[in-house]
């Protein structure tokens, strides 16, 4: 089947149109606001671990370690007197690019193997670390007490969580629009390239372990984001932030969108977690029966994620 060839003036069309369907959820999905906040959020999530793993290449299995540390650093932040939101999301960022930074010099130096296990050991690490300070964390009963400022002074969190999504959605779209504009600059043409040949750029001389430090330190910052905004739009965070098991729930939101693909994050996030909303309102005792025999009917019959899928039927002429 030939696939439908698709300009750059629509293929923006159809960025508009994406960005407004999440947006009319606002007025469409009056009682759905939490769980459209939570999609958008991890959509960021999702995005931070492809820049990582399917732009730069670093096998990566423990990015919750840098979504926990964001969530701690926000909660922690409001909790003690300091509950301006924004600055909150600034304090995660700068906390989660210097960690990640840090451990770039571990990660980026060893082979896929080395790398895969240093990742998971920071992951448990850090959860670890976050049980033991439970006077600080507030352990397995999770981090309470957080109370965030109105948006800009003058709009208030509410119940119903119209503040929490608007700003979760403003927030996200502008650090989405600043990742892209990341990954389309010759940075990101330099990740792309080390993710392809190694050993070819390395023969033109570029700074390939440079590059891919800056990547990997980059990805935890937008990770540290979107921890950042759950703990803000929730008043709350669990220890489950910063486990591995929140590593491996995004990583198979990103697989099911499609690594590599600038939207793969964000379309995966919202087919896994509406699935598994209506799984688990379906089924409340079976639904991960019925969540799995859906991720392996996807993985086999998309391959490539549904950005894979779409991009044979669709040709753009670039990424997308």
Same mark, same amino acid.
């Given at each position: &089947?030939?696939? *439908?060839?698709?300009?750059?003036?629509?293929?923006?069309?159809?960025?508009? !149109?994406?960005?407004?369907?999440?947006?009319?959820?606002?007025?469409?999905?009056?009682?759905?606001?939490?769980? &459209?906040?939570?999609?958008?959020?991890?959509? *960021?999530?999702?995005?931070?671990?492809?820049?990582? %793993? #399917?732009?730069?290449?670093?096998?990566?299995?423990?990015?919750?370690?840098?979504?926990?540390?964001?969530?701690?650093?926000?909660?922690? /932040?409001?909790?003690?007197?300091?509950?301006?939101?924004?600055?909150?999301?600034?304090?995660?960022?700068? *906390? =989660?690019?210097?960690?990640?930074?840090?451990?770039?010099?571990? $990660?980026?130096?060893?082979?896929?193997?080395?790398?895969?296990? @240093?990742?998971?050991? $920071? =992951?448990? %690490?850090?959860?670890?670390?976050?049980?033991?300070?439970?006077?600080?964390?507030?352990?397995?009963?999770?981090?309470?007490?957080?109370?965030?400022?109105?948006?800009?002074?003058?709009?208030? !969190?509410?119940?119903?969580?119209?503040?929490?999504?608007?700003?979760?959605?403003?927030?996200?779209?502008?650090?989405?629009?600043?990742?892209?504009?990341? /990954?389309?600059?010759?940075? #990101?043409?330099?990740?792309?390239? +080390?993710?392809?040949?190694?050993?070819?750029?390395?023969?033109?001389?570029?700074?390939?372990?440079?590059?891919?430090?800056?990547?990997?330190?980059?990805?935890?910052?937008?990770?540290?984001?979107?921890?950042?905004?759950?703990?803000?739009?929730?008043? !709350?965070?669990?220890?489950?932030?910063?486990?591995?098991?929140?590593?491996?729930?995004?990583?198979?939101?990103?697989?099911?969108?499609?690594?590599?693909?600038?939207?793969?994050? &964000?379309? #995966?996030? @919202?087919?896994?977690?509406?699935?598994?909303?209506?799984?688990?309102?379906?089924?409340?005792?079976?639904?991960?029966?019925? /969540?799995?025999?859906?991720? +392996?009917?996807?993985?086999?019959?998309?391959?490539?994620?549904?950005?894979?899928?779409?991009?044979? *039927?669709?040709?753009?002429?670039?990424?997308?």
């Amino acid at each position: &089947m030939k696939p *439908l060839a698709l300009s750059p003036a629509r293929l923006r069309g159809v960025e508009v !149109f994406f960005w407004l369907a999440l947006a009319s959820s606002f007025f469409l999905l009056p009682d759905k606001l939490t769980l &459209m906040s939570q999609i958008v959020i991890f959509g *960021l999530f999702a995005v931070s671990l492809d820049m990582a %793993l #399917g732009y730069a290449g670093i096998l990566t299995v423990g990015h919750a370690a840098f979504f926990g540390a964001g969530a701690y650093a926000a909660g922690l /932040l409001a909790k003690h007197g300091w509950s301006e939101p924004f600055s909150g999301l600034l304090f995660a960022l700068l *906390l =989660c690019v210097a960690l990640g930074y840090v451990l770039s010099y571990l $990660v980026v130096r060893g082979a896929d193997l080395t790398r895969l296990m @240093i990742t998971i050991g $920071v =992951c448990m %690490l850090l959860a670890e670390l976050a049980n033991r300070l439970s006077s600080i964390t507030g352990g397995t009963d999770g981090l309470q007490g957080v109370v965030i400022a109105p948006v800009l002074g003058l709009f208030e !969190f509410d119940l119903y969580g119209k503040t929490a999504f608007a700003y979760a959605y403003g927030v996200v779209l502008v650090v989405f629009l600043g990742v892209r504009l990341v /990954l389309r600059s010759p940075f #990101g043409l330099t990740l792309r390239g +080390i993710h392809d040949s190694r050993k070819r750029m390395l023969a033109i001389g570029s700074p390939v372990e440079a590059r891919l430090r800056l990547a990997y330190a980059l990805s935890a910052g937008v990770a540290g984001i979107a921890g950042a905004l759950l703990a803000q739009t929730t008043q !709350f965070v669990g220890i489950e932030s910063i486990g591995f098991n929140r590593s491996a729930e995004v990583l198979i939101i990103l697989v099911l969108g499609g690594t590599g693909r600038l939207y793969g994050g &964000m379309i #995966g996030a @919202i087919v896994y977690m509406l699935v598994h909303d209506w799984f688990a309102d379906l089924n409340p005792q079976y639904w991960m029966f019925w /969540l799995g025999i859906f991720l +392996i009917a996807a993985v086999m019959l998309g391959r490539g994620g549904i950005m894979g899928a779409l991009s044979r *039927l669709v040709k753009t002429g670039r990424a997308s």
